[in-house]
C-alpha cells in the first residue's frame, strides 16, 4: 500500500503565466517576498501560523530573540537574570522609540504581559505567563518578573514570534510596536508593504527601505514567480523544487534539516479519540517513510515518537522509536479500546499547502488499512486555523515547529493544559506528559533536565498528546543578490524572518 506521487500539475515547466496584477514591480532598495499565505491578522500575541509570523517579526520586537547560531540573545532587553528571590530581572534598552514616537519604558512591558496573561485573551501565551505572581518595576528601565513557581526557561518565551512588546498607550486590538519596518498598506488576502522605520533603535538597521509580501498559496506560482524574476525570496519551496534551485545560477537555495515537523492531533472532548488506546493505535498504524518520500521528497525523515531534536542531550533513540509502524499492534490497540470493528471519523488538514494535503492523505491510506476510515477536510488555511482553534473535527494532520531547540519549546504543542490554539490537540487529557513540562521549566540542573525530559517521553508515548509523522527540511529560495539572511538552526527556522532586518539587496 505504497501511495504514488501524483503529478505536479503537469510538471512545473507548464504552470501557468501569473497575471501582471499579482506582480510586484522591482523597486530599488526593496526585497519582493513570497509568503506562503497571507496573514489572518497582524496581531502581535496571536497565533496565526509562520508566514503571519514573519511580518509580526518586522513590525515588532521582543526583549529577546534567536540569533544566526540559535542563541539567545538581547533585544529590547541589555541584559536579564536570575535574582536571589527567584525572580527573573531584566535591564532595558533606553533608546528605543515605538512607531509612534513614544519611549519604551518598563510599563510598556508590564502592560504587554497584562494584554497577554488577561482571562479574556487570546494570546498565544497566555497560559504561560499566567504563571507569573506579579510584575514589578521598580525604575523605568528595569523589569522584575516573580513567578508563582520556578521557571528556568521562561526568558525564552519572549523570542516567541508571538510574544511582542508593544506600546501601554495602544488600543489593545491594533497595539504599536517597535520592530525595524512599518506598515505602509495591505490589500486584504493579497499583499502588504513595508517600509523601513526611521526611527529603529540598532544603528544601520534595517539595511532595506522596504519589503513587499505577496500571497502565493499555490507553491508551484511561488516557485515558478521566483524563477521567473516576479519576486526576489520565497519561504516554504516547494521539496520538488528545491534540487532545481540549488542548480540555478541565479538564485541560492538556504536549507536546514529538521526544521519542523508534522503530527496528528486529536479533539479530546469527545469518543473516540478522547481514549489514549485509540491514539495509540493512530501512532502505530502509520509507515512515516511514504510521506518523507511522498510530500518531501526524500527531504526529511520518519518521526516515530516525541519531537526532541537529535543531537541534542535531550534525545534517546530507543524512546523515539516509540510509535514505530505496527499495524498488528494498532489493530490490538483499537480492539482493546472496544472498537474491533472500526470507526468512521472526520480529519481535518488543508489543501493550500501540498505537504499537508499529501501527508493528510498518506495517513488516511493507512488507518483505512487498520479499520479507522476518515473523510477528509481541507479548507484554505485561514479556516483551517479558525476550525482547529475551535476543536471542530475529530483528528487533524498538521505541520508545525517547536518555539525553540530546548524540550520546552514543545509545551506550545504538547502540553494539553494550556489554552486551545490550531497547532495543539484540542482539550485533550494528558496530565503525567503536562506535569513533566513543568517540572522541566521549574529545573535548572541540565542533568536533572535531561532525566525530566526522558520521563515526559514515556508518558507521552502512553497519553499520546499528539503523533509525530515525519521531521521535514524547511528552505528559502531567493536571489543570490539578496545577502544577511540566514535560515535559522533546527525548529527556529520558523524565527528565522526576524533575520530580515540584516537582510540586503544588492
Not at 510584575?135 to 510574544?163: C, G, H, I, Q
Not at 472532548?269 to 491514539?279: E, G, M, Q, S
Not at 526532541?308 to 490497540?333: C, H, M, N, V
Amino acid at each position: 500500500m505504497v501511495p504514488t506521487r501524483r503529478a505536479l500539475l503537469g510538471g512545473l515547466a507548464t504552470v501557468p503565466l501569473l497575471h501582471r496584477s499579482a506582480r510586484a514591480q522591482a523597486r530599488p532598495g526593496f526585497v519582493r517576498y513570497g509568503l506562503s499565505a497571507f496573514p489572518p491578522n497582524l496581531s502581535p500575541w496571536d497565533n496565526t501560523g509562520a508566514s503571519a509570523g514573519t511580518v509580526k517579526m518586522l513590525l515588532n520586537r521582543s526583549l529577546v530573540a534567536w540569533n544566526a547560531k540559535g542563541e539567545l540573545t538581547g533585544e529590547l532587553a541589555t541584559s536579564w537574570a536570575l535574582d536571589d528571590q527567584g525572580a527573573w530581572v531584566f535591564k532595558l534598552r533606553q533608546d528605543v522609540v515605538f512607531h509612534n514616537g513614544e519611549k519604551l519604558t518598563a510599563k510598556d512591558v508590564a502592560w504587554t504581559i497584562e494584554q497577554v496573561a488577561g482571562e479574556k485573551s487570546t494570546a498565544h501565551m497566555r497560559v504561560q505567563f499566567q504563571q507569573l505572581a506579579r510584575v514589578e518595576t521598580p525604575d523605568p528601565y528595569t523589569v522584575r518578573l516573580v513567578p508563582k513557581e520556578k521557571l528556568a526557561t521562561l526568558p525564552a518565551w519572549f523570542a516567541n514570534y508571538n510574544m511582542h512588546i508593544c506600546w501601554a498607550g495602544s488600543d489593545p486590538r491594533t497595539p504599536i510596536g517597535c520592530g525595524p519596518y512599518r506598515l505602509v498598506r495591505q490589500e486584504r488576502g493579497t499583499s502588504i508593504e513595508l517600509a523601513a522605520s526611521p526611527n529603529y533603535f540598532k544603528p544601520g538597521l534595517p539595511k532595506l527601505k522596504g519589503i513587499l509580501f505577496t500571497a502565493y498559496p499555490d507553491e508551484n506560482l511561488r516557485i515558478a514567480a521566483l524563477r521567473a524574476g516576479d519576486l526576489d525570496m520565497i519561504e516554504y519551496v516547494p521539496w520538488q523544487a528545491m534540487a532545481s534551485v540549488e542548480t540555478d545560477s541565479r538564485l541560492r537555495l538556504d536549507e536546514v534539516q529538521g526544521a519542523a515537523f508534522m503530527e496528528s492531533l486529536f479533539n479530546g472532548t469527545r469518543p473516540p479519540f478522547n481514549n489514549p488506546l485509540v491514539r495509540r493505535a493512530v501512532a502505530h498504524a502509520v509507515k512515516r517513510e511514504d510521506i518523507v518520500k511522498v510530500a518531501f521528497f526524500g527531504r526529511g525523515r520518519p518521526l516515530e515518537g516525541v519531537p526532541i531534536a537529535p543531537g541534542t542531550p535531550y534525545f534517546d533513540e530507543q524512546l523515539s522509536r516509540g510509535w514505530a509502524y505496527d499495524p498488528a499492534r494498532a489493530k490490538a490497540l483499537l480492539a482493546e479500546a472496544g472498537y474491533a470493528s472500526g470507526i468512521q471519523a472526520k480529519m481535518l488538514a488543508t489543501a493550500q499547502f501540498g505537504m499537508h494535503k499529501d501527508s493528510a492523505e498518506i495517513v488516511q491510506q493507512y488507518l483505512a488499512a487498520i479499520g479507522i476510515q476518515v473523510e477528509l477536510q481541507l479548507p484554505d488555511w485561514s479556516t483551517r486555523v479558525s476550525l482547529g482553534t475551535r476543536g471542530q473535527y475529530d483528528l487533524a494532520v498538521h505541520g508545525v515547529a517547536a518555539d525553540s531547540n530546548d524540550p520546552d519549546g514543545l509545551s506550545v504543542v504538547m502540553d494539553t493544559s494550556l489554552s486551545n490554539t490550531h497547532s495543539r490537540s484540542f482539550s485533550l487529557a494528558a496530565p503525567r506528559t503536562s506535569a513533566a513540562f513543568a517540572a522541566g521549566r521549574a529545573e535548572f540542573d541540565i542533568a536533572k533536565r535531561v532525566e525530566i525530559y526522558k520521563d515526559l517521553q514515556r508518558a507521552a508515548l502512553e497519553e499520546v498528546p499528539l503523533v509525530g509523522l515525519a521531521w521535514r527540511s524547511q528552505g528559502f529560495g531567493m536571489d543570490k543578490r539578496i545577502t544577511g539572511f540566514k535560515n535559522l538552526p533546527g525548529q527556529l527556522s520558523t524565527s528565522s524572518g526576524n533575520q530580515l532586518e540584516y537582510t540586503d539587496f544588492t
